[in-house]
């Protein structure tokens, strides 16, 4: 992987920050800085299992949503520094624990650190790797994993340029995401389970908002186009949650209505996705890590 730390371009906002002196754009700095690891319990059935997923919870994100649920994590630079023998060391320690997977949780900003920690722990490693990622991937990225990851766990978060501009500053996000889905596609390949636990292929979250049912409904329709409903489980999520009042977009100021998460569940179930979907009572804090935690 070609990765210059005075300037870099390692996402798709190429803002060529010098981490060697200040975080990125994303919030990363000059090295692996992770919140939490811990046995989760809150991602899709297969992916959590009985035990747990095993989740490293890495600080940062290239794309910065305004309704961001990690947001306390995301938005700015914290968590413990890591190398990539420590990181190693963290994967064993959830595998030991009894976690189903991997599960490494926006973890594109640091993957010049996190592709070795993953070299170095693979030949111990019996369990899945789970990438889970906000969608907003490059190419160039995506490959430098193949190989080193089995399942790949993307939102894909809007299908019009405008949203994705008012709440992410991404009017290139729905171009960027659709061409990261279909890499993720071809490295994986189509859905294996064993035991109701997932070995291998694509989940692909969509997180319905507030007010915006009709580009949900949009945006299935164009998955279902382009990939047809077999080559990934669909998770459709509810649990969309106000974490903060929002003065200049008041549509994202209160939970989803019955009839805006169901009108979108039912054009996923008449189109024939499988997976997964959530109850409205998800939508509720319980649902995000106390990050507040210290230690790895």
């Given at each position: 992987?070609?990765?210059?730390?005075?300037?870099?371009?390692?996402?798709?906002?190429?803002?060529?920050?010098?981490?060697?002196?200040?975080?990125?754009?994303?919030?990363?700095?000059?090295?692996?800085?992770?919140?939490?690891?811990?046995?989760?319990?809150?991602?899709?059935?297969?992916?959590?299992?009985?035990?747990?997923?095993?989740?490293?919870?890495?600080?940062g994100?290239?794309?910065?949503?305004?309704?961001?649920?990690?947001?306390?994590?995301?938005?700015?630079?914290?968590?413990?520094?890591?190398?990539?023998?420590?990181?190693?060391?963290?994967?064993?320690?959830?595998?030991?624990?009894?976690?189903?997977?991997?599960?490494?949780?926006?973890?594109?900003?640091?993957?010049?650190?996190?592709?070795?920690?993953?070299?170095?722990?693979?030949?111990?490693?019996?369990?899945?790797?789970?990438?889970?990622?906000?969608g907003?991937?490059?190419?160039?990225?995506?490959?430098?994993?193949?190989?080193?990851?089995?399942?790949?766990?993307?939102?894909?978060?809007?299908?019009?340029?405008?949203?994705?501009?008012?709440?992410?500053?991404?009017?290139?996000?729905?171009?960027?995401?659709?061409?990261?889905?279909?890499?993720?596609?071809?490295?994986?390949?189509?859905?294996?389970?064993?035991?109701?636990?997932?070995?291998?292929?694509?989940?692909?979250?969509?997180?319905?908002?507030?007010?915006?049912?009709?580009?949900?409904?949009?945006?299935l329709?164009?998955?279902?186009?382009?990939?047809?409903?077999?080559?990934?489980?669909?998770?459709?999520?509810?649990?969309?949650?106000?974490?903060?009042?929002?003065?200049?977009?008041?549509?994202?100021?209160?939970?989803?209505?019955?009839?805006?998460?169901?009108?979108?569940?039912?054009?996923?179930?008449?189109?024939?996705?499988?997976?997964?979907?959530?109850?409205?009572?998800?939508?509720?804090?319980?649902?995000?890590?106390?990050?507040?935690?210290?230690?790895?």
């Amino acid at each position: 992987m070609q990765f210059d730390p005075r300037h870099c371009m390692l996402c798709p906002r190429r803002c060529g920050a010098d981490r060697t002196v200040s975080p990125g754009r994303c919030g990363g700095g000059n090295g692996i800085h992770a919140a939490r690891a811990m046995l989760h319990q809150w991602e899709e059935p297969c992916i959590s299992g009985k035990n747990g997923s095993g989740a490293v919870f890495f600080t940062g994100c290239p794309l910065h949503c305004r309704f961001c649920q990690n947001a306390a994590i995301s938005a700015k630079p914290c968590g413990k520094l890591l190398s990539p023998a420590e990181l190693s060391d963290v994967f064993l320690s959830l595998q030991a624990q009894g976690a189903h997977n991997i599960n490494l949780v926006t973890a594109g900003q640091y993957l010049p650190w996190v592709i070795p920690a993953l070299t170095q722990a693979k030949p111990h490693l019996h369990i899945p790797i789970v990438y889970n990622s906000g969608g907003y991937e490059l190419l160039s990225q995506l490959s430098a994993l193949e190989g080193s990851v089995e399942i790949y766990l993307p939102d894909v978060k809007y299908l019009s340029p405008e949203t994705a501009a008012q709440y992410a500053a991404a009017p290139d996000y729905p171009e960027i995401a659709f061409a990261a889905l279909r890499e993720m596609l071809r490295q994986t390949g189509e859905p294996v389970l064993r035991n109701g636990l997932m070995q291998r292929g694509c989940i692909v979250r969509h997180l319905v908002l507030p007010g915006h049912r009709h580009e949900s409904i949009s945006l299935l329709r164009r998955l279902a186009e382009e990939f047809g409903t077999d080559a990934f489980l669909l998770s459709l999520m509810a649990q969309y949650t106000p974490m903060q009042e929002d003065a200049l977009y008041p549509e994202l100021n209160r939970r989803l209505t019955k009839m805006e998460y169901h009108s979108v569940l039912e054009e996923a179930q008449a189109l024939g996705f499988s997976g997964f979907s959530q109850e409205l009572s998800s939508a509720r804090t319980a649902y995000t890590p106390d990050f507040s935690l210290q230690g790895l």
